[in-house]
């Protein structure tokens, strides 16, 4: 798995390759969760297929809204994992960061897009205060995968736990732990993911209160 990621998102390779391996990655992470989510979701696969001009607009929003927002979480993330690889950056600060950015970005992101749909596309009614009053709520029900903005989060975190087992082996190999069992690695890093979406819903409640 390291020796993937080493020849997949390294220092060494050039920014349209490392952008297109991020794009792929992000739509293996994307797709899978996409499809469970309609297939969990009754009654939505008929509505897309059944209702005149419903697939349209929920196309663009995975267009406009999805896929960017995945692809700039993990490019985010892989940039950091490429430099902690290069000597740059710590392990464990890269996993910081990492803890810290994944939300970060991801709600800058949703809320950029929230105003620009409102503006360009006349979502809630036109007005960027209305689409920033739903930016609370919206996050807070992704974190239980009650909304298309929770696809887009669990897709980043299908990626993020290989990344985050990855750091994890370099930190304990950095210690002297160079063959430790998978559990090691496993359970750290569903840690983080846990905490990750308990955040989520956190910051979902806060906006929500302020906004």
Do not use: K
């Not at 993330?77 to 392990?91: D, E, K, N, Q, V």
């Amino acid at each position: 798995m390291l020796a993937w990621f080493d020849c997949s998102f390294g220092t060494h390779l050039p920014a349209g390759r490392f952008l297109r391996n991020t794009l792929l990655l992000s739509l293996a992470g994307l797709l899978p969760v996409l499809g469970l989510y309609i297939a969990r979701t009754p009654g939505f696969a008929g509505h897309l297929v059944g209702t005149e001009g419903a697939l349209r607009p929920f196309l663009r929003q995975i267009l406009t809204n999805g896929l960017p927002a995945v692809l700039v979480v993990n490019w985010a993330a892989l940039i950091l994992f490429a430099r902690t690889r290069a000597g740059i950056i710590r392990p464990g600060v890269a996993l910081a960061l990492d803890f810290a950015a994944r939300i970060g970005v991801f709600a800058v992101l949703n809320g950029t897009v929230f105003v620009a749909s409102a503006l360009v596309f006349d979502y809630f009614g036109g007005d960027p205060a209305q689409a920033l009053g739903a930016l609370g709520p919206t996050l807070a029900r992704a974190a239980i995968f009650g909304n298309l903005a929770g696809v887009y989060f669990y897709a980043t975190l299908v990626g993020s736990l290989p990344l985050h087992m990855t750091l994890i082996a370099t930190l304990l190999a950095e210690r002297g732990y160079r063959e430790v069992p998978l559990v090691w690695l496993v359970l750290p890093a569903a840690g983080i993911v846990t905490v990750q979406l308990m955040l989520l819903t956190g910051l979902g409640w806060v906006l929500s209160s302020l906004i």
